[in-house]
């Protein structure tokens, strides 16, 4: 390379800046702290309810009182006592476990065991599931 002539360079300079800092980073303790050593100006602004839980609480009298005023009992409503002896007599029948009749409709043997004490919420897609796999009719006349 030696005598070939003056080596010249055709890149431009690339400059990378970091981005400026976004509305958190402002905020960040390490940010306010390194403009107090600037000398910069900061502004600080103590919200009405900054460190306090009144957003969440400032209604709750209100809510507290219709509550108080509500009389209506509500509950979910349970297996019929019918329909928790229905498929418990046609699974006997059919000499399968809690477990077994489970699988076949596909549901953990958990739903089985809350439907034959009466404590599941009826739901009518398991219901024919078990009605399909135990061969009879659960719900009253069609």
């Known amino acids: 390379m030696s005598g070939v002539g003056p080596i010249s360079q055709d890149w431009e300079p690339v400059v990378i800046r970091k981005k400026a800092p976004n509305a958190a980073a402002k905020k960040d303790e390490k940010a306010v702290n390194a403009a107090r050593r600037s000398g910069a100006e900061i502004e600080t602004i103590k919200k009405s309810t900054a460190g306090t839980n009144k957003a969440a609480s400032s209604s709750t009298s209100l809510n507290t009182r219709k509550l108080d005023e509500e009389t209506e009992n509500l509950a979910h409503e349970r297996v019929p006592t019918e329909l928790k002896k229905a498929i418990t007599q046609a699974r006997a029948e059919k000499k399968l476990t809690q477990a077994q009749l489970a699988q076949l409709i596909n549901e953990k043997p958990q739903v089985i065991q809350e439907y034959e004490s009466g404590k599941a919420i009826p ?20």
Do not use: D, F, P, S
């Open 123 to 142: 739901n009518q897609q398991i219901i024919t599931k078990l009605e399909r796999a135990l061969g009879a009719k659960l719900r009253g006349k069609k």
